[in-house]
């Protein structure tokens, strides 16, 4: 454990030109991406390794970030997949005797850059007013104006497919190969408390890269096909919307969550949007209209589909689920069909467990 963690200066650069400066936190480096910031108070291993952030600069609103380390199983994915990290006070020494390092070692371990001491409760009405923006953080450059010149390379979110940048590369199982159910997993960025999910449930998960033919995992005879949440503009993922009309073409039990949400939207005729700033964090309410209750859920999107599509393809499918903050669509069944999907996750990892029972209705449907 790092005792005599020093930081530097560091700066951050928005793209309205707006700096704010503060201290070095992580790896001493120079990254850029778009800011996003999460509302968690807890969790915040769990959101670094989710495979939905990458790409994207990590502002995390609870105001003190690292009292509690990290934990080498707490994590969704082989390695951090933020691309930078802000926050007001960060804890360097972490006080959970459970913790295998501090939050700092980690960081420097993974090469993620970071910044603290700034104003992020600014920062974050700033993208609620302005809407979502790339940023550039550098805690080794200190000319604004060549920070400024960089971040001018830095593509917009929009238009972006990076499914096929955290997918695996290789298929491969997960569970008991005695089980009772068999789950093929489409991997757009999948997170590894989903497959624990699909475990729990007596169910043996074959994984498979973003862009494996229908046809090739069909092979395997699965009882059920999952559609991963992942980051990036769904849009951009034309290939993956024509294997999921095949799904729907053969009837097949289908599940998704988050990106595999919209990419069955769109496999459906309903075009997705990009979001002004995106829901992320762990309190966001939804209302189930089957049931007519409501849910507290844990949410991670910076894109949706578009609710008055939805409203003109009511033949095909049936609204389940909508977000009590601002009414967008947040689930929907497919009329005639095996399958639904869901635009938060499930999961719950970080969040509260209150939707966990979709695991439950995939299941049966198998």
């Known amino acids: 454990m790092n005792l005599d963690f020093e930081p530097l200066s560091a700066l951050l650069?928005?793209?309205?030109?707006?700096?704010?400066?503060?201290?070095?936190i992580g790896a001493k480096g120079t990254s850029s991406g778009e800011l996003c910031f999460n509302?968690?108070?807890?969790?915040?291993?769990?959101?670094?390794?989710?495979?939905?952030y990458f790409g994207q600069m990590m502002i995390m609103t609870n105001a003190h970030i690292g009292n509690y380390g990290a934990k080498n199983?707490?994590?969704?994915?082989?390695?951090?997949?933020?691309?930078?990290?802000?926050?007001?006070?960060?804890?360097?020494?972490?006080?959970?005797?459970?913790?295998?390092?501090?939050?700092?070692?980690?960081?420097?371990?993974q090469s993620v850059v970071g910044i603290s001491n700034i104003d992020t409760r600014s920062l974050v009405r700033k993208i609620r007013s302005e809407g979502a923006m790339n940023a550039i953080l550098s805690s080794e450059i200190d000319n604004v104006d060549e920070l400024k010149k960089q971040l001018a390379q830095t593509p917009s979110m929009a238009g972006l497919e990076l499914a096929s940048k955290v997918t695996t590369e290789e298929p491969y199982y997960f569970g008991n190969d005695a089980s009772t159910y068999r789950i093929a997993a489409i991997d757009y960025g999948i997170k590894k408390s989903i497959l624990q999910r699909f475990v729990e449930r007596d169910c043996y998960v074959r994984v498979y890269?973003?862009?494996?033919?229908?046809?090739?995992?069909?092979?395997?005879?699965p009882d059920g096909y999952f559609l991963s949440n992942g980051p990036g503009d769904p849009a951009a993922m034309e290939y993956a919307v024509k294997e999921i009309k095949k799904m729907l073409?053969?009837?097949?039990?289908?599940?998704?969550?988050?990106?595999g949400h919209q990419l069955l939207g769109l496999a459906l005729g309903i075009p997705t949007y990009k979001m002004?700033?995106?829901?992320?964090?762990?309190?966001?309410?939804?209302?189930?209209?089957v049931t007519g209750k409501g849910e507290i859920t844990s949410q991670?999107?910076?894109?949706g589909i578009e609710s008055t599509a939805i409203e003109q393809h009511m033949d095909k499918v049936e609204t389940?689920?909508?977000?009590?903050?601002?009414?967008?669509?947040?689930?929907?069944?497919?009329?005639?069909?095996?399958?639904?999907?869901?635009?938060?996750?499930?999961?719950?990892?970080?969040?509260?467990?209150?939707?966990?029972?979709?695991?439950d209705e995939f299941i049966d449907l198998l």
């Not at 509302?39 to 939905?52: H, K, R």
Request: hydrophobic share 30%; proline share 7%; glycine share 8%.
């Open 209 to 221: 890269p973003a862009n494996t033919p229908y046809e090739e995992i069909a092979k395997w005879q």
């Open 39 to 52: 509302t968690g108070m807890t969790g915040y291993q769990e959101i670094f390794t989710d495979p939905s």
């Open 249 to 259: 073409k053969d009837n097949v039990p289908i599940f998704g969550i988050c990106l």
């Open 13 to 24: 650069v928005l793209e309205d030109g707006t700096v704010y400066t503060g201290r070095s």
């Open 320 to 359: 389940t689920h909508l977000n009590l903050n601002d009414n967008t669509v947040e689930g929907f069944k497919v009329k005639g069909k095996r399958a639904f999907s869901i635009q938060y996750h499930p999961e719950a990892s970080p969040g509260p467990h209150d939707s966990r029972y979709l695991f």
């Open 276 to 289: 002004h700033h995106g829901h992320r964090g762990i309190n966001h309410p939804v209302l189930n209209v």
């Open 300 to 303: 991670n999107h910076g894109f």
């Open 73 to 109: 199983d707490e994590i969704e994915s082989d390695r951090a997949q933020i691309q930078g990290l802000i926050v007001n006070e960060y804890c360097s020494v972490p006080s959970r005797p459970l913790s295998d390092g501090s939050l700092q070692d980690y960081l420097e371990e």
